[in-house]
């Protein structure tokens, strides 16, 4: 296991951040998105430790600004980039792979031994930060790096859909993917008592996995209604691996109690998370817990797509059968374009890589995708976003936490722009990636514009933006 300085750190029982009105606060997503795990180390400020391994890291002297160039660049080191870069290179092309993590895989794999093997060209922990029109604008822990590529393919991947509830921001609540990443890179879970909620397979997925670390699973409150999640579970007949895999979570779920039309209502607590309300069937609870995990399925990651003049609609990428984009020499593939799971992400990626080296994809590729994107609707259809979540929050209720931004404050803003000019919701460190996706479901908010940086960057490389 390849411990990280967050979990380091939750071991030793040191703090991390403060918000803007003096709450303590914790990690939450596990993947360097909420920016709640951001420390100072040394000179390097906004570190996020959950990115970060916990061993010494020799200071890098900053370089010169340098430059690359690639026929296809791949931005994203998960399943659908890492398909894309093998099947560009397979075609023939040069490709450069760019990864804002220490290792590639994707969540799923990234605290593990990734199954499939690296490209030759690789850049780690480094993130794009701009898109001057020459290339992509990136930097890493030595400097800036200006990549020029005749080809694009972005592979962001998705994060995890977090709603606001009355205590959510205490320390001991996480995302339910986001504590079971924290999880494998070394978090504490053995011995504590866990309440799982929200709506989707991951909660179950994440469940399991805790419980294999040694943790205390109090039970599960799943929003869908049993009938509908019985009847999506016939339609995995039509996918055997998928049917495997829930009949494997469902033998280490044993004993755990399942609730359907079920949620978590409040997380109760004082510096850290004691208790938690669960509302089953109409009917509240209060269950002791030290750890709450609540998580309502995935949102794509759409900035750096819509960085680069990438349409969007619904909340994901618009690409044709091949993954190409209306943007010029750029292609997008896995979760981005729609959330449909691993298998999409891995056949959008081969797709995607072998046409942006000119090479036509096997046709069962194409059918393999249509077959991937009919799954990902079903998922959508038995697990939506509970759209009424807004009636259980109070005036005070956290919204953006960042900023520190009360529901009271949001209820009656009209769209995301009044929300930041009048509120300063989204316009803290994670830059909206939290409360955005949040607001969309509360309020309907669309997306806002995207401007650079799109990420934490240095001054030096900020002056190359202009």
Known sequence: MRVTLAAARARDGQPFRTSVTGEPRAPVCGMGVCHECRVT??????????????????????????????????VGGGPAGLAAARAARAAGADVLLLDEHAALGGPIYRALASPWPAP???AFRTRVVAAPGDGLLAEDDAGS???????????????????????????????????????KGGWPVAGKRVVVGGTGPLLRAAAAGLRKLGARIAGIAELAPAGRVARFGVRLAAHPGKLVQAAALSATLAGVPIWSRARIRRAHGD?????????????????????????FGLVPSIELPLLVGCPVADGRVVVDELGATAAPGVYCAGEATGIGG???AIVEGEIAGAAAAGRAPHPRLLRRRRRAIAFGQALAACFPAPHDWADLLDDDTIVCRCEDVPWRALRDTPDARAAKLHTRAGMGACQGRICGPALAVLRGFSHGTIRPPVAPARLETLTLTR
């Open 271 to 295: 510096r850290h998370v004691t208790a938690a309300t669960v509302e089953i069937a109409g009917r509240s609870r209060t269950i002791d817990c030290d750890l709450v995990a609540v998580g």
């Open 120 to 122: 030759p060209r690789v």
């Open 342 to 344: 691993i298998d999409k």
């Open 41 to 74: 180390l040394g000179d390097d400020a906004h570190q996020l430790a959950c990115m970060l391994p916990d061993e010494p890291r020799p200071r890098a002297a900053p370089a010169a600004h340098r430059e690359e160039r690639c026929d296809v660049l791949v």
């Open 145 to 183: 790096l200006l990549v020029r590529h005749r080809v694009l393919i972005l592979a962001p991947g998705a994060r995890e859909l977090l709603l606001p509830f009355p205590g959510w921001t205490l320390p001991g609540v996480f995302g339910a993917g986001g504590l079971q990443l924290l999880a």
